[in-house]
């Protein structure tokens, strides 16, 4: 029972704020007498296609031999379609607003007929050499099926999915298990900051066209987490050209943040936040460099700190004052 | 805790709880605006991205701070641990003016000083015991350290109320009881002490609600140095035992101690599991979950059922086949409900949970880049996501 809320229900009640019907149905909730588990039957979805996807692979890997190629690939884009079967039959009619999921289970099987048609096509890819010595285009291939299907079956899961995806056919992972790439590579840099910055122009189109403009979070955070994650690289990692690189950084990580109070977007005010904290502390440590441990630097890193802090309160004090 | 600081916690609470049955479309506007009158709680409360920002950001600015001045005063011990106690408590007297004002209580600085502060306080002993020590920690140095690290976390949570102090008292303990003769012993007594101690706090009114949640923390800590003591596979391996200060040759475990682990490694996950049934907790419910997992993979290691990509198949297809099931069993109740349970979501954020779900997926399943994979033409590549890299 959560005793601070069931007692402020029966106040609520007594004062005629909260009516008889609703009054007992949050009582009921607060004294644990319902209790939701959609947070528990998710995670089990999860989990379960995390292990599915994991076995089908390590079958692949141990028994391909035995199976062959032919089957493997056929078994495994069965079973794709089985998922894709049942999402068409579950789906609701395409919307270009926000559409609810019509079931939990929903978004996992989409996500689990994805994954095995991915991994059906990076099989053939590498069993037939279908492409050859372009064998990335399989990557981008992929992408372009999951971006499809997010717009379709209206998912953001799906959505990021694609836009990873299409960053690792770009050579950038940002994968926990593979581990992310770092991008202090200069074409891997480039790659990053185009991409970032296609990805912040799809996001606001998509508001702007008024085309899943729910999608803009997904769009704009992972265009940002590319395009700052390359601009630092390279003020922090490139020792010739860095007062270039910084130089850019702080004025798109000053845009990024004069646009999210202006839309009042604390996520991507934080990125910038970040993005140029970095950049400045990078240029506090530059000349003294070679003079071996100094507190100055570190001094003038904490009173940075001080005034981002500052900073920080004006912005969260405007965009409360914004939003009314 | 501080009164005003309770009572602000307590109204927080009732206001959140009503801005979720406002999103449900249970009230409507008037009614939430009635409540918030009601439960009049002066803090300013930012969201998680400015809270994290902001306490990210002072970390960031206090350790250089710490920095500069450890390296202005000298690199000796003494003086690195004066400036250790210093900035401890200057974050102490920090966080209690922080608390203590509505205005900067819940913007995520109080709880980054405090953090800072305790932490500092442990590093200044750590300086103190390394000195006295002829510079080397010791086995008494470090029992010292464990207990201090107790002490102090537990009553950082106490005064300013944050479960995740109480989160660190926990593990510091039962790290200071795997070093005593009989550690698994006592793991599973204290353990079993503290999950029977904390459970009967967690609806107890005159505890703030962040007290109730370090009771809940601690029975999740109770629960899983009791499975941890319990289970076959760590005291086959004498996980535990690795723990002790003078570590002794380690006799095997007997045969029928082997089997009694054996049998606990099945029965407490199930016990938790009940017990998280039977009271509608979904935490306990979900430590169930978790130690039930566990316990699978324990017998795994030791009965060879079938070849792993069976295991995991068959795993991942049963899984996915039990939340359909449930999830369809209650939908098809009547109201929507089953044994006081509901697939339903009653009040949370639907759409903060989707967004929030992105991350994970992205994270597991994203493949891996094309440049990290040389020699895919001709010489094999990989594919697949959430562990499931393969090499053909």
């Keep these: 029972m959560n005793p601070d809320v069931a007692g402020a229900i029966a106040r609520l009640k007594a004062a005629g704020v909260l009516a008889d019907g609703p009054a007992a149905f949050f009582d009921r909730v607060a004294r644990r007498q319902l209790v939701s588990v959609r947070f528990e039957i998710r995670a089990l979805l999860y989990a379960g296609v995390l292990l599915l996807t994991s076995g089908v692979g390590v079958l692949v890997a141990e028994h391909q031999q035995q199976i062959g190629p032919l089957a493997i690939s056929a078994g495994i884009g069965l079973a794709s379609l089985a998922c894709f079967a049942w999402v068409i039959r579950k789906a609701t009619p395409f919307s270009w607003g926000a559409v609810d999921s019509p079931n939990v289970a929903f978004d996992y099987v989409l996500l689990l007929g994805l994954l095995l048609l991915a991994a059906d096509l990076a099989y053939v890819e590498v069993q037939f050499t279908v492409l050859g010595p372009r064998w990335t285009y399989h990557l981008l291939l992929v992408a372009v099926v999951y971006l499809a299907a997010a717009y379709r079956w209206d998912s953001r899961t799906v959505l990021g999915l694609a836009l990873s995806t299409l960053a690792a056919w770009r050579g950038i992972s940002i994968s926990l298990v593979h581990g992310a790439s770092s991008i202090d590579d200069p074409p891997l840099r480039v790659n990053a900051i185009v991409l970032g910055a296609l990805y912040v122009g799809a996001a606001a189109l998509s508001v702007r066209l008024g085309r899943k403009a729910h999608f803009e979070e997904v769009y704009a955070n992972a265009g940002l987490l590319l395009l700052l994650g390359a601009l630092v690289s390279g003020a922090l990692d490139d020792w010739v050209a860095w007062p270039a690189w910084l130089l850019v950084l702080l004025i798109v990580a000053g845009l990024v943040v004069w646009l999210s109070l202006r839309l009042g977007r604390p996520l991507y005010f934080a990125e910038g936040v970040v993005a140029g904290y970095l950049g400045l502390v990078r240029l506090i440590f530059e000349p003294f460099q070679s003079s071996g441990a100094s507190s100055i630097p570190l001094l003038l890193s904490a009173l940075l700190g001080v005034g981002v802090l500052a900073v920080i309160a004006t912005a969260y004090r405007r965009m409360r004052e914004r939003e009314g | ?392």
Excluded at chain 2, 43 to 52: A, H, Y
Excluded at chain 2, 231 to 238: A, G
Aim: hydrophobic share 55%; proline share 5%; aromatic share 8%.
């Design chain 2, 1 to 392: 805790m501080r009164a005003d600081s309770v009572a602000w916690e307590r109204a927080a609470e009732v206001r959140e709880v009503a801005g979720g049955w406002r999103r449900a479309g249970f009230i409507d506007e008037p009614t939430e605006q009635a409540i918030r009158e009601a439960f009049p709680d002066p803090c300013v409360t930012p969201s998680l991205v400015w809270r994290v920002l902001t306490a990210g950001v002072l970390a960031a600015a206090i350790k250089a701070a710490f920095g500069a001045f450890a390296i202005a005063i000298g690199r000796s011990p003494t003086a690195a641990e004066i400036v250790s106690l210093l900035f401890a408590a200057g974050c102490v007297v920090a966080t209690e003016r922080l608390e203590a004002s509505p205005r900067l209580a819940r913007r995520g600085a109080a709880g980054m000083t405090a953090l800072l502060g305790v932490g500092l306080l442990l590093l200044a002993l750590v300086l103190f015991l390394t000195e006295t020590a002829s510079r080397r920690i010791d086995d008494h140095a470090i029992d010292l350290l464990l207990i201090a690290s107790t002490l102090a976390w537990a009553a950082a949570c106490w005064r300013w109320g944050s479960p995740v102090f109480a989160a660190l008292a926990a593990l510091s303990v039962f790290l200071f009881l795997g070093r005593l003769p009989h550690g698994r012993l006592l793991w599973l007594l204290v353990g079993a002490a503290l999950v029977a101690l904390a459970a009967r706090r967690l609806d107890t009114a005159s505890w703030a609600p962040s007290h109730r949640l370090g009771a809940a923390v601690l029975v999740v800590a109770g629960i899983g140095a009791v499975y941890a003591a319990v289970n076959v596979f760590s005291l086959d391996e004498h996980l535990l035992e690795e723990m002790v200060r003078h570590s002794p040759g380690r006799p095997p475990s007997s045969r029928g101690l082997f089997a009694l682990s054996a049998g606990a490694t099945t029965v407490v996950p199930l016990a938790v599991l009940a017990w998280g049934v039977r009271s509608r907790r979904t935490f306990v419910l979900d430590t169930g979950i978790v130690l039930a997992a566990l316990s699978l993979v324990t017998l795994r290691h030791y009965v060879h059922l079938a070849p792993l990509w069976t295991v995991l198949i068959v795993a991942g297809a049963v899984l996915v086949i039990a939340a359909l099931v449930v999830e369809r069993a209650l939908r098809r109740a009547p109201a929507h409900e089953l044994a006081g349970f509901t697939a339903e979501p009653l009040f949370s954020d639907e759409r903060r949970q989707h967004a929030l779900q992105v991350v994970p997926v992205v994270a597991a399943f994203t493949p891996a880049a094309a440049a990290d994979r040389p020699g895919f033409a001709g010489e094999g590549g990989k594919f697949g996501g959430g562990g499931a890299t393969e090499k053909f």
